[in-house]
């Protein structure tokens, strides 16, 4: 028994440690990594060290729940400590200099969100508790307050709760006003209301177009209206005048840059924070502040992932750093970021109640100014920091990119297209090789016309050759010599000659041949079409991933082919539809050769001939398998049809029935494992 009991164990801690590596995995702390343009993270240095932190003192108190942080033109910080009903003004070490909202200056502050600061001292507080702003002049004396605007325009179901606000040089106020989603308030210095700017649209959504086009009433009513979001905070430029906003509850575009006409001159429709999915729990991004340096520098705060992420001018992203964590370094809960005239970066966290200062290594330093010069388009600047950002992670994409446009201004085309290759940029490897392209048919246009000339020929004659065997083959009785390639041709040249002879005698021989055949050519596609037309990457390529999306479609619709003619007074057996069906993959394989040798010499100016051909590929394809179900059923053009649908809806009914069975496998694997954590965890 002792020794059954000491076996047990043995095997549930083995179980256990199956599992252990994953959850150690997901405890270690986040490192420093950049967003590549398709998504995926890419190891880089970190780029941020933390160089002090800031928490109040004994003789104030210190934060609870703080909201809001600002930088003076003095590198004064300024912390809205929302909980405490106060604003704390400290220098740059964290010794408190002033506070707004104690008994003494009797300004009953409730809840403040919100604080800006102007260059000569001027305080503004979103007094949240109190519905009001609140103007403080360098000393901390009521200078003004501002209340409800009174407007026709003010739609009445979202009082007036400012909750952060920036001015710009003119006077006027931008102001988030709860959950307003009419977008920012403008409000003059007379507490005029000047309209909203910069609202948000709601992105067409054909889920919901359905449900409230079809529901009844009663159903739309409990859908509940459906809003645009709302800005969550506001950071102004003032060098250039943009207005920066962070955007709750949206899966694109959290980031945005309004020009003072209200246009959003960031770029759309992409993804500025990130997904996360474990154990079948989406947790989706929040991004609740965002700050802008000198050098133009985008730095945005995701509170649910706990992770600070910086972006250039044209919205790439840069560098990621941080995560959950009690250590300095990490977060709880941060909502706000600005930086100093020193290049510090404040974070400040309201879970924990401080603001963390992170000073840039010379890594990250190298890449604010790589993308500075490189934002601007002064390319051959920003070669020698984008070259020692390489030296330092040769990953880097960014840097890639940045040394390619140089060497493309300096004309040294090749050099360039494998600069851009390194930084996944298909669209300047595209114009560096039409560049390149030109340079090589000055030089060398004669031996490049002879060797275009003898392709075309050598193309024509192998046609003329192969239209000429399939005419002899036609005129031979079937089942003489060499049957599987005297098929193989007329499936091109006589397909219905083709698939009467593979009906009379099918063979499980050309099946394998063919089926290789194309796989063959799609590897052959995934590595030797050209960087600007590949979409998926060699060093990315999964081969079990690319081997089932053709081998799967293809065994799903021969069975379902046979099925759907089997009880529809077809004639042809199983053997005979599978034998078919392989050699009507034939013109599959020409195309994808011909489609990835044209990838070598189009650009991406060309693209509509790359896609022709592909096209042309797959509707050779088409009319190839309609072609062999009519013939082989002795079917009519409008059955065939029907068939030929028929099959395609079978087969992404097998295919949907086998997703479930794999998801119920899943499921019961990981019940299993449950179960044998459990054991494990409660017997021993």
């Known amino acids: 028994m002792r020794r059954l009991r000491l076996g047990l164990a043995l095997a549930l801690m083995a179980v256990a440690s199956l599992f252990a590596g994953s959850v150690a995995a997901y405890a270690v702390p986040a490192t420093g990594y950049a967003i590549a343009p398709e998504g995926y993270h890419i190891a880089v240095p970190l780029g941020y060290s933390v160089e002090r932190v800031l928490t109040g003192d004994s003789e104030h108190g210190m934060f609870k729940n703080p909201e809001d942080l600002f930088i003076d033109a003095h590198d004064q910080v300024y912390v809205a400590d929302t909980a405490n009903n106060r604003v704390v003004k400290m220098d740059r070490y964290g010794k408190i200099l002033q506070v707004f909202g104690t008994k003494d200056d009797k300004l009953n502050l409730m809840e403040p969100r919100g604080v800006f600061v102007e260059d000569d001292g001027d305080v503004y507080i979103a007094d949240t508790g109190n519905n009001r702003i609140v103007h403080l002049g360098p000393d901390g004396a009521l200078v003004e307050q501002f209340g409800a605007p009174e407007s026709d325009l003010i739609d009445k179901d979202f009082p007036f709760m400012p909750t952060k606000l920036v001015l710009d040089r003119n006077g006027y106020m931008y102001v988030t006003n709860g959950s307003d989603y009419h977008g920012l308030m403008v409000i003059d210095g007379h507490n005029e209301f000047q309209g909203y700017i910069a609202p948000n649209k709601l992105k067409f959504n054909v889920k919901d177009y359905i449900l409230r086009k079809y529901a009844t009433k009663a159903q739309r009513e409990a859908l509940g209206k459906v809003v645009p979001p709302n800005h969550r905070n506001v950071t102004i430029d003032q060098k250039n005048g943009f207005l920066y906003t962070a955007i709750e509850n949206t899966r694109l575009d959290e980031i945005k840059r309004f020009n003072l006409l209200g246009i959003n001159t960031y770029p759309v429709d992409k993804q500025y924070g990130e997904f996360n999915v474990r154990r079948g729990v989406t947790t989706s991004p929040n991004v609740v502040d965002v700050a802008i340096d000198k050098d133009g520098i985008v730095t945005a705060v995701d509170s649910n992932h706990r992770k600070i992420y910086q972006f250039d001018q044209e919205g790439n992203n840069l560098l990621v750093f941080g995560g959950n964590g009690d250590q300095t370094g990490f977060f709880q809960e941060p909502v706000s970021v600005a930086n100093d005239s020193e290049g510090l970066l404040y974070v400040l966290d309201r879970a924990r109640g401080e603001v963390q200062a992170f000073r840039a290594n010379h890594f990250a330093t190298l890449v604010h100014k790589g993308s500075q010069l490189f934002s601007d388009g002064r390319y051959e600047e920003a070669l020698e920091p984008w070259r020692q950002v390489v030296s330092i992670d040769s990953n880097y994409i960014l840097a890639h990119r940045g040394i390619g446009k140089a060497l493309y201004k300096q004309g040294e085309w090749k050099a360039a297209m494998a600069e851009f290759r390194l930084g996944e940029d298909m669209g300047n490897y595209s114009n560096a090789f039409r560049e390149y392209r030109h340079q090589l048919l000055r030089r060398d246009f004669g031996w490049i016309a002879l060797l275009v000339a003898a392709v075309v020929v050598g193309l024509y004659y192998a046609i003329v050759v192969l239209n000429g065997y399939a005419r002899k083959v036609l005129a031979a009785p079937a089942g003489s010599r060499h049957p599987s390639l005297q098929n193989g041709v007329l499936a091109v040249f006589a397909p219905r000659e083709a698939y009467y002879r593979i009906q009379s005698a099918p063979r499980y021989g050309p099946v394998v041949a063919l089926v290789l055949g194309m796989l063959a050519a799609r590897f052959i596609q995934i590595y030797y079409t050209s960087f600007h037309f590949n979409l998926t990457r060699p060093e990315f390529a999964d081969f079990f991933f690319e081997v089932s999306q ?7 619709f021969a069975v379902s082919a046979w099925l759907i003619t089997s009880i529809m007074d077809g004639e042809s057996k199983f053997k005979q539809v599978l034998a078919a069906c392989a050699y009507a993959m034939i013109p599959y394989i020409v195309g994808t050769l011909i489609q990835t040798a044209l990838s070598n010499v189009l650009t991406r100016d060309e693209l509509a001939i790359y896609d022709m051909i592909g096209t042309l590929t797959f509707a ?39 997703i479930l069975f794999y998801v119920l496998v899943q499921h019961v694997i990981d019940f299993f494992k449950e179960l044998f954590l459990e054991l494990y965890i409660r017997g021993f």
Request: aromatic share 14%.
């Open 550 to 556: 053709l081998i799967v479609p293809f065994f799903l």
């Open 620 to 658: 050779w394809v088409a009319v190839s398998v309609f072609v062999l179900l009519m013939t082989m059923n002795d079917y009519s053009v409008a059955k065939t049809i029907w068939v030929i649908v028929l099959s395609v809806l079978t087969a992404v009914a097998l295919l949907l029935v086998g």
